[in-house]
Each structure stands twice: as structure tokens, then as C-alpha cells.
Nanobody
Framework: QVQLVESGGGLVQPGGSLTLSCAAA????????MGWYRRAPGKERELVAT???????NYADSAKGRFTISRDNAKNAVYLQMNVLTPDDTAVYYC??????????WGQGTQVTVSS
């Protein structure tokens, strides 16, 4: 089974950028979709962006135009480039693998804090 480890979170000022990385132990070829979700304090976990095995991407409205998801099947990794960050982007960001059988794998999460 794929195990996911996120990295790249941290504290950034409003308007800044961060790139999150998700490294998979095991082949992500078992992941039909890979994506990023986030949970802000007091809120439910929500979709940020997903990508298919062929690289097609889907974004939440809040992420469109600011975030870019990419997937490197050779490196078994997925990335989230985040630009023009605002305090509303503060959350724990989780990497997700949805397998071809419909089951989900989650990483432990990485904290992103946007604050001056």
C-alpha cells in the first residue's frame, strides 16, 4: 500500500508562495487520482486540487489561478505550488491517493500558516 509523506509547509507572509511536496513510499501508479486537501481550524476538510494519472488537473474555486498541482510518476511524488497566499489559506494540507479500487490513502498533513 502506498504511504504518503508531506513536506514543505511553514509560515509565510500574505502574498507569498510555498511549494508542498508529497513523497510516496510505493508506486503511485496505484493511485488513479492524487490530490491535496486542507482542513482549516474549525472547518471540514476540503478539496484543493487533484490530478489524474495522465496529469489532468482539477481545482477548487479558491485555488484556481493561484495554485498548481503536478505529479511526477517517475519520482512517485505530487506537488502543490501555491502563490499569492492569503490568511484564508491557513490550514493543515493533506496529500491523498485514491486508488483504482476507490480506497483512500492519506498523509499525516503539513501545516501552512499565512500571517504577517
Amino acid at each position: 500500500q502506498v504511504q504518503l509523506v508531506e513536506s514543505g509547509g511553514g509560515l509565510v507572509q500574505p502574498g507569498g508562495s510555498l511549494t508542498l511536496s508529497c513523497a510516496a513510499a510505493g508506486s503511485i501508479s496505484s493511485c488513479r487520482y492524487m490530490g491535496w486537501y486542507r482542513r482549516a481550524p474549525g472547518k471540514e476538510r476540503e478539496l484543493v486540487a487533484t490530478t489524474t494519472s495522465s496529469g489532468s488537473a482539477n481545482y477548487a474555486d479558491s485555488a484556481k489561478g493561484r495554485f498548481t498541482i503536478s505529479r511526477d510518476n517517475a519520482k512517485n511524488a505530487v506537488y502543490l505550488q501555491m502563490n499569492v497566499l492569503t490568511p484564508d489559506d491557513t490550514a493543515v494540507y493533506y496529500c491523498n491517493c485514491r486508488t483504482w479500487y476507490g480506497s483512500d490513502r492519506w498523509g499525516q498533513g503539513t501545516q501552512v500558516t499565512v500571517s504577517s
